[in-house]
Nanobody, 119 residues
Framework: QVQLVESGGGLVQTGGSLRLSCAAS????????MGWFRQAPGKEREFVVG????????SYAESVKGRFTISRDNSKNTVYLQMNSLKPEDTAVYYC????????????WGQGTQVTVSS
């Protein structure tokens, strides 16, 4: 099993930056696919970006391309989401998720961290 704890959320002005972190417990982190999702008030949870165990990145959601960057440090069991040029529409609860080796989908979730972008 794996436990995920996000941090780094907060309130930022339009155009600002934040870096989210997701610390994972467990020995399978380095072989797991990790992802970031977000859910805005009144909206469905949406996929933002994923990263494979070796660092290969899936496609970014169109709305964040060129502004967000995912990375991971397997030595620290941590995945990051660098968010630049933030917009009010980026306001959401951001969730970290993991798909363990052999699992075909994200089945493990953090508690989420709130990101609020003021205009």
């Amino acid at each position: 099993q794996v436990q995920l704890v996000e941090s780094g959320g907060g309130l930022v002005q339009t155009g600002g930056s934040l870096r989210l972190s997701c610390a994972a417990s467990g020995r399978t982190f380095s072989r797991s696919t990790m992802g970031w999702f977000r859910q805005a008030p009144g909206k469905e949870r949406e996929f933002v970006v994923g990263i494979g165990w070796s660092g290969g990145v899936t496609s970014y959601a169109e709305s964040v391309k060129g502004r967000f960057t995912i990375s991971r440090d397997n030595s620290k069991n941590t995945v990051y989401l660098q968010m630049n040029s933030l917009k009010p529409e980026d306001t959401a609860v951001y969730y970290c998720a993991a798909a363990l080796p052999g699992e075909g989908q994200y089945g493990h979730w953090g508690q989420g961290t709130q990101v609020t972008v003021s205009s």
